[in-house]
Each structure stands twice: as C-alpha cells, then as structure tokens.
Nanobody, 119 residues
Framework: QVQLVESGGGLVQPGGSLRLSCAAS????????MGWHRQAPGNQRDLVAS???????NYAGSVKGRFAISRNNSKNTVYLQMNSLKPEDTALYYC?????????????WGQGTQVTVST
C-alpha cells in the first residue's frame, strides 16, 4: 500500500506565502509524476502543478509565476512553494502520485490540506 503524508497548509493573509509538502511511502517501484490539485467548495478539483521524474513541470495558468513545484526523488517527496497568495487560492489542496507499484501503473491521492487566504 501507499501512504501520502501532506503538510504545510494553513491560514495566511493575501500576499503571503505557504509551502506544502507531500511525502510518499510504501510499495513504490518508481514515481512517475507527483503533483498538487485543489478544490474549492462548489468547484471541481483542478490541477495546480505537477512534476515528473525528469523534473519537467506543468502549472495551471492562474498560478504561473507565483507557485513553484519541486521534488526530492530520493525521498519521494514533492513540495509546492506558494507565493503572492490570493483569496481565490483558498481551497483544499490534494497531493497526487502516479507511480509504478506491484500491480502496475497506479494512481493515489492524499487526504488534502486546507489553504485559506484571508484577512
């Protein structure tokens, strides 16, 4: 089984910063992609950013230039540095891993960490 441990969410004022972390453990032969999605109440869950094993990144247009995703391959950990946060960034942020496991290519989600941007 795989476990994803997310941390770093919280309450921050507009213009502030937060750093999310997600550590994956378990039967993981190779991580293919790790990333973050977010879901605000009443909205669908959307991709925020992702990074593959080669280090290539992908960002939602609304966070480009403000958020940065990075990864520690040796620790199967992904980070999301969020700067210049806006109220519209408020959401539940989910870590996602796509990996090779004992049953082939698999997909797993974390439980989510709340990010609230407000005065």
């Amino acid at each position: 089984q795989v476990q994803l441990v997310e941390s770093g969410g919280g309450l921050v004022q507009p213009g502030g910063s937060l750093r999310l972390s997600c550590a994956a453990s378990g039967t993981i032969f190779k991580v293919i992609t790790m990333g973050w999605h977010r879901q605000a109440p009443g909205n669908q869950r959307d991709l925020v950013a992702s990074i593959n094993s080669g280090g290539s990144t992908n960002y939602a247009g609304s966070v480009k230039g403000r958020f940065a995703i990075s990864r520690n391959n040796s620790k199967n950990t992904v980070y999301l540095q969020m700067n210049s946060l806006k109220p519209e960034d408020t959401a539940l942020y989910y870590c996602r891993i796509f990996y090779w496991g004992d049953k082939g290519a698999l997909d797993y989600w974390g439980q989510g960490t709340q990010v609230t941007v407000s005065t």
